[in-house]
């Protein structure tokens, strides 16, 4: 008997559909707080405190930029991205005793955190100024100014977005800017580096755990059968 014009039922299709739709990504999430989730906690600054700092670098900061005439000459103000982290990064490799090298070294670190994106470029200033801290009783301060800052930061500075200010801690006329940060923004914690300022520094691998999940792959967006469709009518 020929089957010539009958129609089977398309399982094939419905059950690959089925089985496409059911597929799963897998990721990994971590298991209680690790030193991967922990890194990035930077010491809050109250928006009074952010304020009255910008008042206090715009009176002190910025008549001493104007008498330099070019801020280059300035040799103890660290401004800018690549200016910073090299320096933080040296200073890091003397204090741990890789190297011995003449660097003015970076007392206070003052980042316009939410002007800057993407996120990535600042994520790691937290560790990079700990690491870079003499001592546990003598720390880099980090300091994150609220969404805004740059512009006014740029002006005191005299260079055009700028939003990242490193000052070391014994320049006379910056008193004023150390005792208001000192006083109103706490040390930076990582409590899993706290033993890079023994001699001689003990490490111990970390006991991270991780726990293996399965998420959904991601849906087409609503609007792609009406894209197909108006293709389709073209």
């Known amino acids: 008997m020929s089957n010539k014009g009958v129609t089977k039922p398309d399982n094939a299709a419905s059950t690959s559909l089925k089985a496409r739709s059911s597929k799963k990504n897998q990721v990994f999430k971590a298991l209680l707080d690790n030193p991967y989730t922990q890194s990035n906690t930077w010491p809050f600054v109250t928006p009074s405190v952010a304020k009255d700092l910008l008042d206090l670098m715009d009176a002190i900061l910025c008549p001493i930029v104007q008498e330099a005439i070019k801020i280059e000459r300035i040799k103890w103000l660290y401004y800018g991205f690549n200016s910073t982290v090299e320096t933080l990064e040296r200073q890091a490799a003397n204090n741990r005793g890789k190297h011995k090298d003449s660097v003015r070294q970076i007392k206070y670190l003052i980042v316009c955190k939410y002007d800057i994106t993407p996120q990535l ?19 880099v301060k980090l300091v994150q100014l609220p969404k805004g800052s740059m512009e006014r930061l740029s002006n005191i500075i005299g260079v055009a977005n700028t939003g990242i200010l490193g000052l070391p801690g014994d320049v006379e006329l910056a008193e004023p800017i150390y005792k208001l940060i000192d006083e109103n923004v706490k040390d930076i914690e990582i409590s899993w580096l706290s033993n890079i300022f023994d001699s001689p520094g003990i490490f111990y691998q970390p006991q991270v755990k991780q726990l293996q999940v399965k998420t959904p792959q991601g849906k087409k967006k609503k609007n792609s059968k009406s894209i197909d469709a108006n293709k389709s009518n073209a």
Do not use: E, Q
Not at 126 to 136: E, G, I, N, R
């Open 121 to 139: 470029l600042t994520s790691m200033f937290p560790t990079l100024c700990f690491t870079a801290s003499k001592s546990s009783s003598d720390m």
